[in-house]
């Protein structure tokens, strides 16, 4: 079992939609954790960043993590076509190395 | 400031050479990561610096790989005697000590033929 699952399957969706994008894990000391954003032939872009359980905003973007569950999730709202990109869901037990997921394709159809 | 630099961005090149990357970090940034990407996968860790010093080698990072971080500025990431399985992206990551959320560079795109 991978560390860090998160469902590679492509996502469309028409513009002014929301995204749900989710990733479980299996590791419980993870209490770091990330959302990076990747464009085609790009470096990860960090979109948001959070520590242990809880919410954060941040504009059109919200993150929730649940470490009961070990499960974490991010919602766009409003999406834009600006927003289809990759998105990698990322997580640390602050041992200075990043576990990522396979990563979601968002295509957002104007 | 103008974020992670890393040069290359691409490279080709042939089974069996040696190829060496390049990776300028954001300046006041004590740490430095090289992550490996393949196609449809996350990044995977491969060895992290403080300051001049390699802290951390993923089980990854094969007899082949080398990676220094003189006097902790740019580091460099050198695959001796290359294979197909080596092609990648390589990505380079900067960070202050303890922040979590990493500052990537476009990658090195690496197409071993």
């Known amino acids: 079992q991978k560390e860090v699952e998160q469902d590679p399957g492509p996502l469309s969706v028409p513009e002014g939609a929301i995204v749900s994008l989710n990733c479980t894990y299996s590791n419980s000391a993870f209490q770091y954790f990330m959302w990076y954003r990747q464009y085609s032939r790009k470096g990860p872009e960090l979109l948001m960043y959070t520590y242990s359980s809880g919410n954060k905003e941040d504009g059109r973007f919200t993150a929730q993590v649940d470490k009961s569950s070990k499960y974490i999730s991010l919602f766009i709202r409003d999406s834009q076509p600006s927003d289809s990109a990759t998105y990698l869901c990322a997580m640390s037990d602050g041992n200075n190395r990043l576990a990522f997921g396979k990563g979601n394709q968002v295509v957002v159809i104007p | 400031d103008t974020g992670v630099s890393q040069d290359p961005r691409h490279k080709i090149t042939k089974r069996g050479q040696n190829v060496t990357f390049r990776c300028d970090p954001i300046?006041?940034?004590?740490?430095l990561y090289w992550y490996r990407q393949t196609l449809g996968q996350g990044p995977e860790f491969l060895t992290y610096?403080?300051?001049?010093?390699?802290?951390?080698k993923s089980r990854l990072l094969s007899d082949r790989f080398s990676a220094e971080r003189p006097k902790g500025s740019f580091s460099t990431l050198e695959i001796q005697r290359t294979e197909q399985g080596d092609s990648a992206m390589y990505l380079c990551?900067?960070?202050?000590?303890?922040?979590?959320?990493?500052?990537f560079g476009s990658g090195t795109r690496l197409t071993v033929v």
């Open positions: 610096f403080q300051n001049e010093a390699q802290l951390e």
């Open positions: 990551a900067s960070s202050l000590q303890t922040d979590y959320g990493y500052t």
């Open positions: 300046s006041e940034h004590n740490r």
